[in-house]
């Protein structure tokens, strides 16, 4: 059982308790452990949502062809959070991540409406080219607008390093973790 919380521990960054209660839970099943400990990772996340966060640092990121980088600022409730280590690597892997992957906006609901409009043109257009039938084309464009909202939008993106979760759940991850909310301030992308 030890060893059993040692490697969820190294796994998860989990408190110990956290973890014991998370293993027994699941009756000892390190997959089944592994997920709760998770769900109560986003529990804690939105219970610190609506913290303040007037500290954090600004971390720049420039690929290793010298041609795109991005910086982004990452913000906390403490210096002290702004001062840890794994803090910074956060910081540095969303700004690798924005370098990759090009996010226009940090949320879904911030996209633009007049880009969504003009996507929305081209795609009715698409459809009517292959003769959708009408009473179909409703449902299909809120589905092509969901998946455009969160293609162009940092929070929902996959994150580049891990596409099994979103950077959202990464940041969400983090506030578990370290306990304090952490948000993207702002972020910019320069390519040549």
Known sequence: MLEK???????????????????????????????????????????????????GIVVSYIHSNGRVGAMVKLLCETDFVARNEEFKALATDIAMHITAMNPQYTRPEEVSEKLVAKEKEIWVEQLKNEKKPEQIIPGILEGKEKKFRAEVSLMTQSFVKNPEQTVEALINEKIAKIGENIQVGEFRRLEL
């Open 5 to 55: 919380i040692k490697k969820l521990r190294e796994k998860t960054g989990a408190g110990i308790v956290d973890i014991k209660k998370a293993l027994s839970e699941a009756d000892g099943n390190e997959e089944k452990a592994i997920e709760i400990l998770r769900k109560k990772g986003l529990e804690k996340a939105s219970k610190k949502a609506d913290r303040g966060t007037q500290e």
